[in-house]
């Protein structure tokens, strides 16, 4: 079962190696924008899964935070994106 978890983890980290790419290599702004939340939400499973994997319940506290927060940036982000400022 323990390996299950260590095999989940290793195909999440994987997965935000593939997110990074295209991070760093997107067509454009937007793209690159889906793709650094994208590498939030796996960050987010990937603490999930580490708090079972290492029997630590405060990972999925940490993991709620990091989710509002990633939620926020993106919001903030797409406003800055979209106006031009963040203020009007």
């Not at 796996?42 to 940490?62: A, H, N, Q, S």
Request: glycine share 10%; charged share 10%; net charge positive.
């Amino acid at each position: 079962m323990i390996s299950l978890f260590l095999y989940n983890g290793v195909l999440i980290c994987i997965a935000i190696g593939l997110s990074l790419y295209r991070v760093i290599a997107g067509p454009g702004v937007f793209n690159r924008t889906a793709a650094a939340n994208i590498i939030g939400t796996k960050t987010i499973t990937l603490l999930i899964v580490m708090g079972y994997y290492f029997e630590r319940p405060y990972f999925f506290d940490i993991s709620l935070l990091y989710a509002m927060i990633n939620f926020i940036g993106t919001l903030v982000f797409a406003k800055y994106l979209e106006r031009g400022n963040l203020w009007s």
